[in-house]
Nanobody
Framework: QVQLVESGGGLVQPGGSLRLSCAAS????????MGWYRQAPGKERELVAV???????NYADFAKGRFTISRDNAKNTVYLQMNSLKPEDTAVYYC???????????????WGQGTQVTVSS
């Protein structure tokens, strides 16, 4: 089995920071492209940031200059550093990972369970 587990969410005041983590585990050889998405109440799930296997990154407009996505291949983990948080950043944040599996060595996409981020005074 393959699992993606997010952590690091919580309650933070406007202007504060959080660092989210997403760790892949199970019968895997490694991770490929990874991404962070978010979904606010009553809204569609939207892309926050993606990072390629080689480390190239792309961000949604609302994330540019505030959020940073990174990865640690040795730990099969992707991170999202969020600074200057705003109330409109409140959402459930999900990790999407392309995972190289054992024994087929195929590449499959998996979603994490999500972690709640609440930005409020």
């Amino acid at each position: 089995q393959v699992q993606l587990v997010e952590s690091g969410g919580g309650l933070v005041q406007p202007g504060g920071s959080l660092r989210l983590s997403c760790a892949a585990s199970g019968s895997i050889l490694g991770i490929n492209a990874m991404g962070w998405y978010r979904q606010a109440p009553g809204k569609e799930r939207e892309l926050v940031a993606v990072i390629s296997s080689g480390g190239g990154t792309n961000y949604a407009d609302f994330a540019k200059g505030r959020f940073t996505i990174s990865r640690d291949n040795a730990k099969n983990t992707v991170y999202l550093q969020m600074n200057s948080l705003k109330p409109e950043d409140t959402a459930v944040y999900y990790c999407l990972g392309s995972v190289i599996t054992i024994p087929t060595r195929g590449i499959y996409d998996y979603w994490g369970q999500g972690t709640q981020v609440t930005v409020s005074s």
